[in-house]
């Protein structure tokens, strides 16, 4: 195994915020991963970056009314904060809009160019005359050919997963305008994919069916069974890093041909600032490259990219691309135009100092092999039953008992004892697991150790033996001493920040991955008093979270986005109560000091009433004269300015913020009924 590994992480489109499935799909794994290679001594360079080209950029700034680099200053900083907020341990995060990334992705197109490796084609693209432009590929939608979606996109569908050309679209219509696109020619550069098949057969098929994530490969030989063909790297737009060939103006890269270059554009910025060479690490056969990404990425990453790279010929081929599935969110797929997510940066805001309990979460639900579910019940479990009873219980009462007989002092104990066998087997499975990807795994491992402590702990029953038996009460502090420390020494790349509070706790430091075995802490080594790692989330807490939710669903629903949310349900018998009448306005005043209300003398056919309103604002005394409106008859009375007011009038607000009374469409007698 190289000593030198490149971890990318997927570049997040910087047109929003990351949810949760990003985090456990993505950027949760890879951080683990990178920290865990940190530990076992490899030199590791892990990279990502804001992908600022993307059309959803284009779209959001359009929505918006600002311009796209509007968008990407204000998401990719959240996006940043929010990895360093929950312990993602870049060694480089940066943007697609550097100037780096141009000069690294513009030389790199040049490269190909001069080689010979890009095709000239002239085609028919889709064209929307009302907005004089041509369209990317994800400012068309229709229906998609293969599953019926109507609301599939120009590359691809959402609902079923198939990669499309907008050509394949049924009904296709303009993003921008809604109107029917057309059909209008324009030259751009493609790689034909199609020459790179039997190197990509040969790589993959042949050479990862047996290392590979079945997912991964399986969807990888479906692409190259059905034949690949030319992909256009160039395109119509104002927005991306503009292609460097004369007669090329008003063209930039394919989205999928600068992002993956940001790789290593951002390594070379990180090699910059650290005095590293970068072609170390991208063009050195002894350098291990691994891409974290999920599912719909995988043809970007081990099609398109590795046939890039293989053009150019400079480049090594990634070691592994373990791509992870989706992850839903109470048993409906995570959707950020529906809102319908939990955002990462408002997580933090809700869940301060718990940054901790949300990467465990994501971890033990991690989408490896198939979908996943996130609920809050289920996140409330793991913290209050396994972080809360098991984890933090046994350190708790390691230290506290340590302090209580020992005066914080590790007692003298037995270093061949056979529990302490149990600390490395625990490295060394937590190790295998990580190797191989499977950080779900990896994580039971490390709470076995934990439930492999209390159950020591319980049955050794030092505060019981202490007295009679004070040099087994001894041992068994001091093994579980051991295995405090191994888990503050485990945990760190799953749980970075109740590691490093556990090794202060103990009062030692980080050790190499190879170096945690059965003695970690001597007899005699003081250790601090215990301080709480993981506090009980109530039910208030969660249920907040729940109907935070549920409004967002009821929100969905709404016809009309600025419509306020439903008041709480009434009763039909609430209902019968109620006594609207047709009325009419008699007379109308101001009421003095009051520049909103109005005194009107009302005829409601059951009697003449005097009710003040909140209208001048929006209607002149003499505009109410006359006006048959409805009443709310038999609401309370109540004194408004001294003036008792006995009804309420119904009204309704316009686009313009004025008022508008509800009126019956035809003239009616005063006092009929309304329900």
Same mark, same amino acid.
């Given at each position: 195994m190289s000593e030198r590994k490149i971890i990318t992480a997927a570049l997040p489109y910087a047109n929003g915020p990351v949810h949760i499935g990003h985090l456990a799909g993505?950027? =949760?794994?890879?951080?683990?991963?990178?920290?865990?290679?940190?530990?076992?001594?490899?030199?590791?360079?892990?990279?990502?970056?804001?992908? $600022?080209?993307? =059309?959803?950029?284009?779209?959001?700034?359009?929505?918006e009314g600002v311009t796209p680099q509007d968008i990407v200053d204000k998401y990719h900083a959240v996006i940043q904060k929010s990895f360093a907020d929950l312990g993602?341990?870049?060694?480089? *995060?940066?943007?697609?809009?550097?100037?780096?990334?141009?000069?690294?992705?513009?030389?790199?197109?040049? @490269?190909?160019?001069?080689?010979?490796?890009? @095709?000239?084609?002239?085609? $028919? +693209?889709?064209?929307?005359e009302q907005a004089n432009e041509f369209l990317? #590929?994800? *400012?068309? @939608?229709? @229906?998609?050919?293969?599953?019926?979606?109507?609301?599939?996109?120009? #590359?691809?569908?959402?609902?079923?997963?198939?990669?499309?050309?907008?050509?394949?679209?049924?009904n296709p219509k303009s993003a921008l305008s809604g109107n029917s696109p057309v059909l209008k020619e324009t030259?751009?550069?493609? !790689?034909?994919?199609?020459?790179? $098949?039997?190197?990509?057969?040969?790589? =993959? =098929?042949?050479?990862?069916?047996?290392?590979?994530?079945?997912?991964?490969?399986?969807?990888?030989?479906s692409w190259l069974n059905d034949g690949l063909k030319p992909r256009a790297m160039t395109r119509d737009l104002n927005w991306g890093v503009p292609v460097p060939l004369p007669g090329a103006e008003g063209k930039v890269m394919y989205v999928w041909f600068d992002a993956p270059i940001g790789y290593i554009s951002f390594t070379q910025e990180w090699a910059e600032k650290h005095g590293k060479n970068w072609k170390? *690490?991208?063009?050195? $056969?002894?350098?291990e490259l691994i891409h974290f990404i999920g599912k719909d990425n995988i043809v970007f990453h081990c099609i398109i990219f590795p046939a890039m790279m293989k053009a150019h010929g400079q480049y090594i081929m990634p070691k592994n691309v373990p791509a992870f599935e989706f992850l839903n969110l109470e048993n409906d797929k995570i959707s950020t135009s529906r809102n319908w997510a939990v955002w990462a940066h408002e997580y933090i805001e809700d869940?301060?100092? +718990?940054?901790?309990? !949300?990467?465990y979460a994501l971890l033990s639900s991690a989408p490896e092999t198939k979908d996943n579910n996130f609920t809050w019940k289920d996140f409330q479990t793991k913290n209050n039953s396994e972080l809360v009873g098991i984890f933090g219980n046994f350190i708790n009462r390691v230290a506290v008992l340590t302090h209580k007989y020992y005066n914080g002092e590790i007692p003298e104990g037995n270093p061949n004892a056979s529990e302490l066998n149990e600390i490395e087997k625990t490295a060394k499975e937590i190790a295998h697991f990580l190797d191989n990807f499977e950080f779900r795994n990896a994580l039971t491992s490390l709470m076995n150790l934990a439930r492999f402590g209390n159950q020591y702990l319980q049955t050794e029953e030092p505060w019981k033996t202490i007295k009679d038996q004070p040099e087994k009460a001894a041992n068994a502090l001091f093994v579980s001493a051991q295995i405090a420390v191994a888990l503050a020494q485990l945990c760190e790349p799953f749980m970075p920040f109740s590691s490093e509070k556990l090794l202060a706790m103990f009062r030692t430091e980080k050790k190499n991955w190879s170096q945690i075995s059965s003695v970690l802490i001597p007899c005699g080594h003081q250790i601090e008093a215990s301080s709480l790692l993981f506090s009980k989330i109530e039910d208030e807490t969660i249920e907040a979270q729940i109907q935070k939710l549920e409004q967002t669903k009821q929100s969905n629903k709404k016809t009309n986005p600025k419509a306020n949310p439903m008041k709480d349900e009434i009763t039909f018998d609430d209902f019968t109560k109620i006594d609207l009448r047709t009325a009419t306005i008699l007379e109308a005043e101001k009421v003095e000091k009051a520049d909103k209300l109005l005194k009107l003398k009302?005829?409601?056919?059951?009697?003449?009433?005097?009710v003040v309103s909140g209208i001048a604002e929006s209607f002149t005394p003499e505009e109410c004269i006359g006006k048959q409106v409805m009443i709310l008859l038999n609401l309370a009375p109540r004194k408004i300015r001294g003036i008792e007011s006995q009804g309420m009038l119904l009204l309704t607000t316009k686009p313009d913020g004025k008022l508008s009374f509800v009126t019956p469409d035809d003239r009616v007698e005063n006092g009929i009924e309304i329900g």
């Open positions: 993505v950027y =949760i794994p890879a951080d683990v991963y990178a920290r865990f290679q940190r530990r076992t001594g490899k030199e590791v360079a892990f990279i990502c970056g804001s992908d $600022e080209h993307g =059309i959803p950029i284009t779209i959001r700034a359009k929505k993602v341990s870049f060694d480089e *995060y940066s943007r697609t809009t550097s100037k780096k990334h141009y000069e690294v992705s513009q030389d790199f197109f040049k @490269t190909l160019y001069e080689k010979g490796k890009f @095709t000239e084609e002239v085609s $028919e +693209q889709y064209f929307d990317a #590929d994800r *400012y068309i @939608t229709g @229906t998609c050919p293969n599953c019926s979606n109507p609301d599939s996109y120009g #590359d691809q569908c959402e609902k079923c997963g198939s990669t499309l050309s907008p050509s394949e679209l049924l030259k751009n550069w493609y !790689l034909p994919l199609n020459e790179y $098949e039997s190197f990509l057969n040969e790589w =993959i =098929i042949e050479g990862h069916k047996d290392d590979w994530k079945p997912n991964v490969y399986g969807q990888v030989k170390d *690490y991208w063009q050195d $056969e002894n350098s869940f301060p100092g +718990q940054q901790d309990v !949300l990467r009302v005829d409601t056919g059951v009697d003449v009433r005097t």
